[in-house]
């Protein structure tokens, strides 16, 4: 049962404040759990509280800590942390709005994460062996940052996210080292061609500051080529992060000084995914063009379609997402949806319909690794948390490799991927 609760301000890796909460229970047990932040937001995510004002430059979240600290302490205290869906019920029904926005999807956030920690700490087993999935416990395929743009890179280029998948690994930990591999040898070409190998952006990648998104690409293939990789063995991913991109119904990509038609764009797509081996493309248009998403999934069936800010782990979408089949997977977000419960929901409907799930770290994120054990527990099979830098990525990877050496757990391997199998 939950005696205390107690959250505080702590700081995500961007340096802004986010919501930290422990939980002690009556047998003297703790959990704690900090909360991720977005930067590339989308508009149906759960909703955060931040102050506004003068401190942090108006980030602070003071006010979500208070409701957590003088209103959830309230609603969950004396509750059994067995019974997560219960919390996380009486939490969204204590908030009463939709995207949890009247006291903070934050503040309700790490409620459910602390609560689902100090679980597992009472029942003194690991966080992924308390959760359960619609498929058996494994260690996801990493998706892994290498290049960025975006608002992740101070726009360097239009496309937010360049990424890695080690397609032939055997192993998630030979798969990570395959991918820093990919990594160093795409940072002496960077340096080469007249990128700066130094400027890192907010997930630990290189900012790519090359003349046009193709630019990247083509780095990132070289980079792979460079490794010694083979398409079968290391495969392309992108994050294009299209809302970032729409204006008035336009995708404009200002690093090269065009505005394409969403017809056009996606024809420029298509010719990628021609020339280079990309495997999954996530936000291909802007996150309210079913049209377009509709369009981008029925002309590749080989690649993942994969909807984040589209779905924005938000189940009535992800169902309206599987009716039109605007997509073929889903990017899981923690904090889109506001609780771990909600998430759940979302993988189970998901893979019951045939989709496949990434689950994904946000660009402001922290040290703590939940998020590596939640993939693990439902059997997501992929997983997105950044580059193979920067400790507030390393900590999800490095839990990863740790649940590996322990030698108990599959490695879901290249059929992880929607549209991999022939
Ligand atoms: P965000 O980016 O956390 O800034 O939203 C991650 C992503 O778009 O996948
Ligand atoms: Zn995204």
Redesign the pocket.
Known sequence: RIARTHAWEALDSRGRPTVACTLTLANGVEGRAVVPS????GRHEALEQRDGGERYGGWGVSGAVRAVNEEYARVVEGRSVADRVGIDAAVEEHDGTDNLGRLGSNAALAISLAATVAHAASERTPLWSTLTGPRPASIPMPMVNILSGG??AGRAVDV??FLAVPVGAASFTEGIEQVARVRAECARLLDQRGGWSALVADEGGLAAKLDSNEAVLALLADGIDAAGFGADEMAIAL?I?ATQLVEGGAIVLAGQGERLGVAEWLDLVAGWTERYPIVSI?DVVGEDDWEGSRAATARLPHVQMLG?DHFATNLDRVRRGIDERSANAV?VKVNQAGSVSRAERVVFEAIGAGFETVV?A??GDTEDSWLADLAVGWGARQIKVGSTMRSERTAKWNRLLELESVGDLPFAGREALAGQRS
Not at 38 to 41: Q, V
């Open positions: 977005g930067a590339s937001t608002a992740h937010q996210d994050d992060a996530e984040d990017l994904s946000r660009s």
